[in-house]
């Protein structure tokens, strides 16, 4: 994956930053890369798209659960499954469309969600 043009000037990169740390966004995606983690679910896409999907149904998030033991090493599933890039082209995603308030970012990552999932099942 390359970096984007606008990562290339240092006024926008610390704007981006600056984006990020607006609307608890370094919160959503860490508790996207936790709940992922402590799931481990088979397909990524759908799964995150199922945590937006209730989020914006207003269904709060399980912080625990009954204990499930992993299948994989977190390491091991980070990579199998590709989270990280996975989660990279997300953000990267998001800082291009910017969207301005949560609802729009939420709005934002229910349809970038349902077009990744479209994409892989092509």
């Known amino acids: 994956m390359s970096a984007p043009d606008w990562s290339k000037n240092e006024e926008s990169l610390q704007q981006a930053k600056d984006y990020l740390r607006e609307g608890n966004t370094v919160d959503f995606f860490e508790n996207i890369a936790a709940s992922l983690l402590r799931d481990q679910p088979k397909d990524v896409a759908v799964y ?5 999907a209730e989020a914006l149904a207003g269904k709060s998030a399980k912080k625990e659960g009954d204990f499930k033991a992993k ?8 990579r199998t499954h590709n989270v990280s890039d996975f989660l990279d082209r997300w ?4 800082l291009n469309a910017r969207p301005v308030t949560d609802a729009d970012r939420m709005a934002f990552h229910a349809k970038y969600l349902d077009q990744v999932v479209a994409d892989q099942s092509q």
């Not at 299948?71 to 980070?78: G, L």
Request: charged content about 30%; aromatic content about 6%.
């Open 48 to 52: 995150t798209k199922n945590l937006v």
């Open 71 to 78: 299948e994989e090493d977190d390491n091991a599933y980070m």
């Open 91 to 94: 953000v990267l995603a998001l």
